[in-house]
């Protein structure tokens, strides 16, 4: 978190659950939101609101977003992911496709 605070930034905000907080990228209220640990469940229907509004998902090693991960970064920019996604110490979590 602190390399995160590093970037410029206006403020930090979590209001709870991941699909409010995706949907509040996809609005535009937030630049971005990530996530680690959290089920597909958590982050499908929103995924979908986040890309259709023209944002990005991403995995937060920096690759491809992957829904059994548990694990995901949503900003309004393929640039500032990217940028979050460099700054990530990543937390290993059990997938949502293994037993």
Not at 20 to 31: E, F, I, K, T, Y
Request: hydrophobic share 45%.
């Amino acid at each position: 978190m602190e390399k995160l605070l590093c970037i410029p930034i206006h403020g930090i905000r979590g209001v709870g659950t991941a699909a409010v907080n995706m949907c509040l990228v996809a609005s535009g209220a937030a630049d971005a939101y990530y996530e680690m640990g959290i089920h597909c469940w958590d982050m499908a229907g929103a995924g979908i609101i986040v890309t259709e509004a023209g944002g990005v998902l991403m995995d937060v090693t920096g690759g491809p977003f992957d829904l059994m991960s548990r694990r995901i970064i949503a900003a309004s920019s393929k640039t500032l992911a990217e940028r979050i996604a460099r700054e990530i110490q990543v937390v290993p979590f059990q997938r949502d496709d293994e037993d």
